[in-house]
């Protein structure tokens, strides 16, 4: 029996909602991401914005042009004072978020390798991240991480 759901991600199944996806202008935001452009999801807290997130992802991989991820990087901002931990962190969200989403084990290989290997204030953890396949929620592996990436654009949910 489906419910009204007061705190965290929506699942259309289980909880009434509005369809995410018709929430937003989604051909503005698909014309974004084909342009390789950033975006900023901006709203109130409960509004949505990562069930519409989730909801974008799950598009995104079912049409098969992009394998997306997302990833909740809110674990990274406790380290701030120390970049080469944050960025750490960074890289083994993604790394564990990938693997467990998107069954990419060589992504998480990669983090593994890189936290191993990337010497304290290294610039090269900046550098690795890029090259991750992206996902999101929390570290799969070791159920602390979180975070959500955001970019430079608003667009209101």
């Not at 996806?21 to 503005?28: A, N």
Request: proline share 4%; glycine share 6%; charged share 20%.
């Amino acid at each position: 029996m489906r419910f009204f759901n007061t705190s965290g991600p929506v699942n259309r199944e289980d909880h009434y909602c509005l369809p995410p996806l018709e929430r937003w202008d989604l051909e503005e935001i698909l014309s974004l991401i084909d342009q390789k452009r950033y975006f900023v999801l901006h709203a109130p807290r409960q509004t949505g914005k990562t069930t519409c997130l989730l909801s974008l992802v799950q598009y995104l991989n079912h049409q098969g042009k992009f394998r997306a991820l997302y990833a909740n990087l809110e674990a990274a901002q406790a380290a701030r004072e120390d970049l080469s931990m944050s960025m750490s962190t960074v890289v083994h969200t993604l790394g564990s978020e990938a693997a467990f989403y998107l069954g990419d084990t060589g992504a998480i290989e990669l983090a593994r390798d890189v936290r191993a290997t990337t010497p304290a204030g290294s610039g090269l953890v900046t550098t690795s991240v890029r090259g991750l396949s992206l996902r999101a929620s929390s570290c799969a592996a070791c159920g602390t991480c979180a975070t959500t990436a955001s970019t430079p654009r608003p667009i209101r949910a």
